[in-house]
Nanobody
Framework: QVQLVESGGGSEQAGGSLRLSCTAS????????MGWLRQAPGKERELVAT????????YYADSVKGRFTISRDNGKNALFLQMNSLKPEDTAVYYC?????????????????WGQGIQVTVSS
């Protein structure tokens, strides 16, 4: 069983930065696609960024391109999301996820392991 635990969330002012981390335990995810998703109140969960098993391929939602950077450290079974130039519309619960059956995916349904989520709040 895989457990994903997010950290690094919190409150920040618009224009600031936060770095989310996700640590996996239970099995290695070095051969799995991984990603970050978010869900704002009253909205559907959306894909924010994904990364292939080697880190060579990434996907970003249009709303975060140029501001967020996804990365991974397979040796530490960890995933990261550097969030810069934060906007109030980035406020959401952020989830770390892994797609254990594929090496890369930008489709939410591929992700079969999820963290519990962490709150990110950006004030104007």
């Amino acid at each position: 069983q895989v457990q994903l635990v997010e950290s690094g969330g919190g409150s920040e002012q618009a224009g600031g930065s936060l770095r989310l981390s996700c640590t996996a335990s239970g099995r290695s995810l070095s051969n799995s696609a991984m990603g970050w998703l978010r869900q704002a109140p009253g909205k559907e969960r959306e894909l924010v960024a994904t990364i292939s098993r080697t880190g060579g391929t990434t996907y970003y939602a249009d709303s975060v391109k140029g501001r967020f950077t996804i990365s991974r450290d397979n040796g530490k079974n960890a995933l990261f999301l550097q969030m810069n130039s934060l906007k109030p519309e980035d406020t959401a619960v952020y989830y770390c996820a892994a797609a254990s059956r594929v090496v890369y995916s930008s489709v939410i349904s591929s992700y079969d392991y999820w963290g519990q989520g962490i709150q990110v709040t950006v004030s104007s």
